[in-house]
T-cell receptor, first 114, second 112 residues
Framework: GAVVSQHPSRVICKSGTSVKIECRSL??????MFWYRQFPKQSLMLMAT?????????EQGVEKDKFLINHASLTLSTLTVTSAHPEDSSFYIC??????????FGSGTRLTVV | QQQVKQSPQSLIVQKGGISIINCAYE??????FPWYQQFPGKGPALLIA?????SEKKEGRFTISFNKSAKQFSLHIMDSQPGDSATYFC???????????FGAGTRLTVKP
């Protein structure tokens, strides 16, 4: 089946710094990737849709200057949390779609901003 | 708006029992209905999925029942085991459309 690799799995950063999270489709090409945020005991909240070679589409209420998304190739999308603050601490999950396998999720990144 | 409604929010079942989670959708254009299983600290993983041309799909202990007229589908876990304890999400999407809508999730606890 399809595999989506997400790194890092955990990251702790100081307030004010930026953090980059990578999402790679390992055995298929993904023209579209998605970034979600998940708070404890809650559902997945779609943050943005990442399209290869074009600008990401952000959901209402998500600051695009805060959460920078780059989808430079068919196998890699990155999410950069800029000037992170404690309220940005959360579990971030990416997913990629393939016509055959459908949605495949990464293993998630636990971000803690101290 | 919430296009997929999931219930219950949490569920406790004894080992060996049947776990049932229900979902209802609004958009009749949806034609793909997956269930995802998520363990703490991990990303969701596809468990089982169904398309509306069938009313039931079974894979091992997991069964999806689909009622197109009622716009409802459910997940049944037979002979529930403690290892099934996880959060389960239903979802719905439209063929050719990458936009998938998720339910709010159900925390399942299977007691030994």
């Amino acid at each position: 089946g399809a595999v989506v690799s997400q790194h890092p799995s955990r990251v702790i950063c100081k307030s004010g710094t930026s953090v980059k999270i990578e999402c790679r489709s390992l055995d298929f090409q993904a023209t579209t990737m998605f970034w979600y945020r998940q708070f404890p005991k809650q559902s997945l909240m779609l943050m943005a849709t990442s399209n290869e070679g074009s600008k990401a589409t952000y959901e209402q209420g998500v600051e695009k200057d805060k959460f920078l998304i780059n989808h430079a190739s068919l196998t890699l999308s990155t999410l950069t949390v800029t000037s992170a603050h404690p309220e940005d601490s959360s579990f971030y999950i990416c997913s990629a779609t393939d016509p055959y396998y459908g949605y495949t999720f990464g293993s998630g990144t636990r971000l803690t901003v101290v | 708006q919430q296009q997929v409604k999931q219930s219950p929010q949490s569920l406790i079942v004894q080992k060996g029992g049947i776990s049932i989670i229900n979902c209802a959708y609004e958009n009749t254009a949806f034609d793909y209905f997956p269930w995802y299983q998520q363990f703490p600290g991990k990303g969701p993983a596809l468990l089982i999925a169904i398309r509306p041309d069938v009313s039931e799909k079974k894979e091992g202990r997991f069964t999806i029942s689909f009622n197109k007229s009622a716009k409802q589908f459910s997940l049944h876990i037979m002979d529930s085991q403690p290892g099934d304890s996880a959060t389960y999400f239903c979802a719905a999407s439209r063929r050719g459309n990458n936009d998938m809508r998720f339910g709010a999730g159900t925390r399942l606890t299977v007691k030994p």
